[in-house]
């Protein structure tokens, strides 16, 4: 029973990135979150350890973010100029450890803490209240919360298709999924199979090679492969997501566009006489980043096959024919399944596709109490993209925003997957793909955060330029609306040198030169006519 004017109580289960998101935006809202983490820190993913848990995220010590940190950030909370653009793992961990420290964020989780089960209580059509069912230390406790926001990510069960290689089960060396590898000290002077081309098996194959006599990649399709490192040094994501080159790619069309990105990474090295290149176009698949596939390709410790026909004892039979003898180990890099085995038939996942409203609300509840955050697979970062939904979900849950009717969403989820199913290949890797900037500027509408830059154009040139040619950073998401911050038009325009400090550890003699003031009036001329297009178009 709902007692008026009670503060809601909200459940938040994991407490990775996307759980910490949730409890800053309950706390903003007002409302009092309670996070349940089944183990006894934070970081969810970016924390490694040796030995993986069970129903647990796992990486591998050497990992590196492919995201770059101005495009990761949160929004109110810029990650430290002296970081690195490209992280590794513990530096992420360390970042989230200071957002959470600097916001008291803490004190609202409940480590070793298990979530056995979310049901609807029995008034629920009224009230839409929760029985979540924990257990710590062998101790089961019943709490009931006005709503519940799932945190457990999507990098949890590993998908290992056995059944899709023959003989495996009497191949004599070792075989196991890349969750389970952490290091390459233990394949020194064997010959290692690595199945699967995404950006796991990309670099367990370069890093492997370091150590090993001899890697395989084998893939089914091939990829395009793109860096970290975009043209003049600066981080790829960076030069990549701008409203500006997003207007016009928009405007160029896909086939255009695909034409322009192959020959961009064909540049680099060519993609049809390293093995790699697949039958797809560009865009039709998530693409792998790895800035050293290439290096050890060319110097022959990685050697490109196709997929795996069958297993013998001690050899691979690839479907082009050829044959692989003394293999020693075999890492599939086959990607992961997520389930929410906790809830009450309310979310249904099928073959890993799950319909969801926007990507968060379940279409089937009487009461829109129950959200899932971060379940995407972006062309980007998916922090920005958690904190944008844990904003809009808080603010269901306290009633500021509804949603529109069932069939409404079912409609809207329909457009969206018919788009998803157009561009991408079919496969498990892409059932949670999304765009990144139309994600995040839809998600900004909802919350009522999304930057008028026809507006800024008149009032603040300066920044309006800054937002539309540079970096598609999610501070601009905090200069107005609910949740805005004093410090992000600052946060906005220091971008380049948060991004050029951690680089520039010797001192050179410096190349700038000023731009006339000619070219900025015809600059800020362009800024009016973009913004008119952007906003009315």
């Excluded at 233990?186 to 990309?202: A, D, E, P, T």
């Excluded at 001899?214 to 399709?221: A, D, E, G, K």
């Excluded at 389930?339 to 409203?357: E, G, H, Q, T, W």
Aim: aromatic share 10%.
């Amino acid at each position: 029973m709902k007692i008026p004017g009670h503060k809601k109580r909200i459940a938040v289960i994991g407490g990775g990135v996307s759980g910490l998101v949730s409890i800053k935006c309950c706390l903003e809202e007002g409302l009092e979150p309670v996070c349940f983490e089944r183990t006894d820190d934070i970081g969810g993913l970016w924390r490694f350890q040796e030995n993986p848990e069970e129903g647990r995220a796992s990486i591998y010590k050497s990992v590196i973010i492919n995201t770059s940190k101005e495009m990761m950030c949160f929004s109110d909370y810029p990650i430290p100029a002296h970081f690195p653009n490209f992280m590794h793992n513990s530096q992420v961990l360390e970042y989230f450890r200071m957002y959470a420290k600097d916001f008291d964020l803490l004190k609202y989780i409940r480590f070793k803490t298990t979530v056995c089960s979310v049901k609807k209580q029995p008034d629920f059509s009224t009230s839409g209240q929760w029985e979540v069912v924990t257990e710590s230390e062998g101790e089961k406790e019943v709490t009931v919360f006005d709503g519940v926001m799932v945190c457990t990510g999507h990098h949890t069960n590993a998908h290992l298709p056995l059944e899709s290689f023959p003989g495996i089960e009497k191949f004599k060396g070792q075989y196991f999924h890349s969750r389970d590898y952490k290091n390459p000290e233990s394949f020194s002077g064997k010959r290692v199979i690595v199945i699967g081309i995404g950006n796991s098996g990309g670099d367990l194959a370069v890093e492997i090679s370091h150590t090993a006599k001899q890697v395989f990649l084998s893939t089914r399709r091939g990829s395009w492969i793109t860096n970290r490192v975009g043209d003049h040094g600066y981080p790829f994501d960076v030069l990549f997501f701008s409203r500006l080159k997003h207007f016009l790619r928009k405007i160029v069309g896909e086939s255009l566009l695909n034409i322009y990105m192959e020959s961009k990474m064909n540049q680099r090295f060519n993609h049809e006489m390293y093995g790699l290149k697949p039958k797809h176009r560009a865009l039709n698949q998530h693409p792998t980043i790895n800035d050293d596939l290439p290096n050890r390709i060319i110097s022959g410790l990685v050697k490109v096959k196709g997929n795996v026909k069958e297993f013998t004892e001690t050899a691979a039979i690839f479907e082009d024919g050829s044959r692989e003898d003394n293999i020693d180990a075999v890492i599939f890099a086959t990607g992961y399944t997520f389930a929410f085995p906790f809830l009450d038939d309310c979310i249904k996942v099928v073959k890993n596709k799950v319909s969801l409203y926007k990507k968060v609300f379940p279409t089937n509840l009487e009461k829109p109490t129950l959200a899932i955050i971060g379940l995407v697979q972006p062309l980007g970062a998916t922090m920005p993209i958690s904190e944008l939904q844990g904003r809009w979900v808080t603010q269901v849950f306290k009633g500021l925003k509804t949603l529109p009717s069932q069939s409404e969403m079912i409609r809207d989820i329909t457009k969206a997957q018919e788009k998803i199913d157009k561009r991408y290949l079919e496969s498990q890797r892409h059932t949670i793909q999304t765009d990144f900037i139309d994600y995040t500027v839809e998600l900004a509408d909802l919350v009522g955060v999304r930057p008028n830059l026809l507006s800024l154009a008149f009032t603040d040139p300066k920044l309006a330029l800054q937002l539309l040619l540079g970096p598609y950073t999610p501070i601009q998401y905090r200069l107005w609306g609910p949740g805005n911050w004093d410090g992000a038009r600052k946060a906005i325009l220091t971008i380049d040198e948060r991004i050029r400090k951690p680089m520039m550890t010797r001192e050179v003699e410096s190349s700038g030169s000023m731009t006339s003031t000619l070219t900025m009036a015809w600059v800020m001329l362009a800024v009016v006519f973009f913004a008119i297009i952007i906003t009315y178009f």
